[in-house]
């Protein structure tokens, strides 16, 4: 159990979106809305740290009155919302993102450029549209990747090949390849689909956290990060209070200081926002 003392010290609260503080239908439940308004009244602020692009998350962002940087595509980007200060972006080097390209061309593996805004394909490509698992994203067709190799913060490569997926990553990665992060993880929706991310080194939901908490001027263990998947595990290292949502992974719910009985659809985030207000009304 969450000790009272931990809770009343929370100045952030960061939330995961897809399969955390949004359901099923894409959406925050009431009591969330209702008790992110009370906190905030007591000074609490909040964010987000999502794989989304900046732009697929400023809905959220609109309805939820938050005021302060945002985590967005893994922690390669952060920008202040409603401001648009940009506060870090983290752009793959060129020769990373035609080397990608060529190896994903090689194995027939569908590979997409991920920017602030948008997310890029060619024709030959055009299937990425319907695997991905970018929510919200604005996907834009281009005749060739040409223009968009120096303003890439992620990426993304897919297809059913397993072993070609592997091996690709095997080649993005240290001794081929230098100053990359990887994440190589199983569709959530899509059987026998794989992915492959590939940001810049020192990108990740736990750096983004360090960085806005140093934005904010408050402590990572002042900061409270609530989440599900293993795209949170960064988040999941770092010194904040740490809550799995009920139907997060069990990887996730081993390292949580706490899980809710609740799941997304049943409005899990607030349960945990309901301690919070409890003990800082006291």
């Given at each position: 159990?969450?000790?009272?003392?931990?809770?009343k010290?929370?100045?952030?609260?960061?939330?995961?979106?897809d399969?955390?503080?949004?359901?099923?239908n894409?959406?925050?439940?009431?009591?969330?809305?209702?008790?992110?308004?009370?906190?905030?009244g007591?000074?609490?602020?909040?964010?987000?740290?999502?794989?989304?692009?900046?732009?697929?998350i400023?809905?959220?962002?609109?309805?939820?009155?938050i005021n302060?940087?945002?985590?967005?595509?893994?922690?390669?980007?952060i920008?202040?919302?409603?401001?648009?200060?940009?506060?870090?972006?983290?752009?793959?080097?060129?020769?990373?993102?035609?080397?990608?390209?060529?190896?994903?061309?090689?194995?027939?593996?569908?590979?997409a450029?991920?920017?602030?805004?948008?997310?890029?394909y060619?024709?030959?490509?055009?299937?990425?549209?319907?695997?991905?698992?970018?929510?919200?994203?604005?996907?834009?067709?281009?005749?060739?990747?040409?223009?968009?190799?120096?303003?890439?913060?992620?990426?993304?490569?897919?297809g059913d090949f397993?072993?070609?997926?592997?091996?690709?990553?095997n080649?993005?990665m240290?001794?081929?390849?230098?100053?990359?992060?990887?994440?190589?993880?199983?569709?959530?929706?899509?059987?026998?689909?794989?992915?492959?991310?590939?940001?810049?080194?020192g990108?990740?939901?736990?750096?983004?956290?360090?960085?806005?908490?140093?934005?904010?001027?408050?402590?990572?263990?002042?900061t409270?990060?609530?989440?599900?998947w293993?795209?949170?595990?960064?988040?999941?290292?770092?010194?904040?209070?740490?809550?799995?949502?009920?139907?997060?992974?069990?990887?996730i719910?081993?390292?949580?200081?706490?899980?809710?009985?609740?799941?997304?659809?049943?409005?899990?985030?607030a349960?945990?926002l309901?301690?919070?207000?409890?003990?800082?009304?006291r």
């Open positions: 159990m969450i000790r009272k003392e931990d809770l010290q929370l100045k952030v609260i960061v939330f995961d979106l399969g955390t503080l949004l359901n099923d894409g959406e925050i439940g009431e009591e969330t809305i209702g008790l992110v308004k009370e906190l905030r007591m000074g609490m602020r909040f964010s987000f740290a999502s794989g989304r692009l900046h732009s697929a400023q809905s959220y962002a609109e309805e939820l009155e302060g940087p945002i985590i967005s595509l893994d922690g390669s980007y920008e202040t919302f409603p401001k648009k200060e940009v506060i870090f972006k983290s752009f793959v080097s060129d020769r990373y993102v035609r080397k990608a390209i060529k190896l994903a061309d090689r194995f027939l593996l569908k590979v450029l991920c920017q602030a805004e948008a997310i890029y060619t024709e030959n490509n055009s299937t990425i549209v319907d695997l991905l698992e970018k929510f919200g994203a604005e996907y834009k067709e281009v005749s060739s990747y040409e223009n968009y190799l120096n303003s890439t913060l992620e990426i993304v490569i897919t397993k072993d070609s997926i592997k091996y690709v990553e080649k993005m240290f001794p081929y390849s230098f100053g990359l992060n990887t994440s190589y993880y199983k569709s959530h929706k899509h059987g026998g689909i794989y992915y492959l991310e590939i940001r810049k080194q990108t990740s939901k736990g750096t983004g956290l360090k960085r806005i908490a140093r934005h904010l001027g408050v402590k990572v263990k002042e409270a990060v609530i989440g599900d293993y795209n949170d595990r960064s988040l999941f290292e770092t010194s904040a209070l740490k809550i799995a949502v009920a139907n997060a992974v069990p990887e719910q081993r390292l949580a200081d706490f899980t809710t009985k609740r799941t997304n659809n049943e409005d899990a985030t349960e945990f309901k301690m919070v207000f409890d003990a800082k009304r």
